[in-house]
């Protein structure tokens, strides 16, 4: 078998207002490509690297494919090879990062960032990383490899393929005196799977999330109005913001509600000024001022739970949970809380499974979320950018 360490340097043009979610090297969209590929073959130690245009119409001469997060480079290498049919052929990975995720316990997670980055696993194994902050300072200016002078991309490169190379012989051994090659190989066939889950993508009807998303705003918009009109109502006050904590919380356990009123101006001797001309000519002169509205105290925030913070007595969703469910609360702030959370839910809704998804939409009409077995101590799949384990029932 051919074992062959692979790095891809790329583009990165998903941004400004075609960008889809934050990742500007995204594979996903169209305009990204690989600007200089990395690739040693274990058999021989030779080292190799080749541009865009030396990939094109070539074939693709591994059985192995080895590489720290490799579903990134495999992403790209499908825009210049059928990687499905190489899959189909037999082909196999190995991710670096994956097989650390094992080796380690499943200790280096997401609750440890950037624990699985190429650099810390390089370092628990005493290899050293040179030429990595120079080059880091590139993208992370959101330059793309192409604008990236050659006589310092390249050598990052190969240092790259090499260092890469040097931890998957480390990784492979420990895992043969521990026994646990079996369990690393069904974690890189996971992973393979996980690549044409992204790769195939989910397609998404935007046409029918977008008019359930003006139903949403509808609802929203309407909660809103009654929660505003409620408080108006009830405490005399007109400028209640449902999104408010501190307001809310004025309103339940006390204090001083802010608004703000045109203040009269006044000449020194106290009379009211007036304009001499344009268009408010003999208008009265006014200046927005602050006003304040004292509330009582309606409830204890102890016995619902609330803590103090900064600003406000806390209102989350337990806290407003708590005060309906006690009968001796009076209606309208029962009602009051029923409605704030709604409020929240509808935004919920809004931003995380309609915008949400409406934003990560590429350009081929398709959701292509990142499925990814190595943020959870438990090794159970997880997916973001969208979460698509966590839809919205509609019901």
């Not at 073959?41 to 190799?48: A, F, N, Q, V």
């Not at 646990?180 to 397609?203: H, S, Y």
């Not at 016995?303 to 407003?320: M, N, W």
């Amino acid at each position: 078998m051919k074992y062959t360490v692979i790095d891809v340097e790329t583009t990165q043009k998903n941004k400004g207002d075609d960008a889809r979610g934050r990742f500007g090297a995204s594979p996903f969209h169209p305009d990204n490509r690989i600007v200089h590929l990395g690739q040693k073959c274990l058999e021989d130690g030779e080292y190799l690297s080749c541009d865009e245009a030396l990939l094109i119409g070539s074939t693709l001469d591994a059985d192995v494919l080895i590489g720290h997060n490799i579903k990134f480079d495999l992403h790209y290498l499908n825009k210049y090879h059928d990687m499905a049919q190489w899959v189909r052929d037999g082909g196999m990975i190995w991710d670096t990062m994956v097989a650390e995720y094992v080796l380690s316990g499943q200790s280096a997670n997401g609750k440890t960032p950037g624990s699985l980055k190429l650099g810390k696993v390089l370092e628990g194994y005493g290899l050293e990383h040179t030429l990595k902050d120079t080059v880091s300072e590139y993208f992370e200016a959101g330059m793309g490899a192409e604008e990236i002078p050659e006589d310092e991309i390249l050598p990052y490169l190969e240092e790259d393929v090499t260092l890469t190379a040097e931890l998957f012989e480390r990784q492979a051994q420990e895992a043969i005196e521990r026994g646990q090659m079996p369990l690393l190989m069904n974690m890189m066939e996971a992973t393979l799977a996980t690549w044409v889950m992204e790769m195939n993508g989910a397609v998404i009807d935007t046409k029918s999330l977008r008019m359930y998303g003006d139903v949403v705003a509808g609802h929203l918009k309407m909660t809103v109005e009654q929660a505003q009109e409620l408080v108006q109502v009830r405490t005399a006050y007109h400028e209640f913001n449902p999104n408010s904590d501190e307001q809310l919380s004025t309103i339940l356990f006390g204090g001083m509600l802010k608004y703000t009123y045109d203040e009269v101006q006044n000449d020194e001797e106290g009379n009211p000024l007036k304009y001499k001309s344009g268009k408010k000519k003999g208008q009265i002169k006014t200046k927005k001022a602050i006003g304040e509205l004292p509330q009582p105290r309606r409830l204890d925030p102890e016995r619902y739970g609330s803590v103090r913070g900064k600003k406000c007595y806390s209102v989350t969703d337990a806290v407003l949970s708590s005060i309906q469910e006690d009968a001796l609360v009076t209606p309208w702030l029962h009602a009051l809380c029923e409605l704030v959370q709604k409020v929240r839910s509808y935004k919920k809704e809004m931003s995380t499974y309609i915008d949400g998804y409406l934003s990560r939409v590429w350009h081929d009409g398709k959701l292509h979320p990142e499925y990814t077995t190595t943020t959870t101590e438990t090794g159970r799949l997880s997916c973001r950018n969208p979460n698509l384990q966590n839809i919205k029932s509609r019901g």
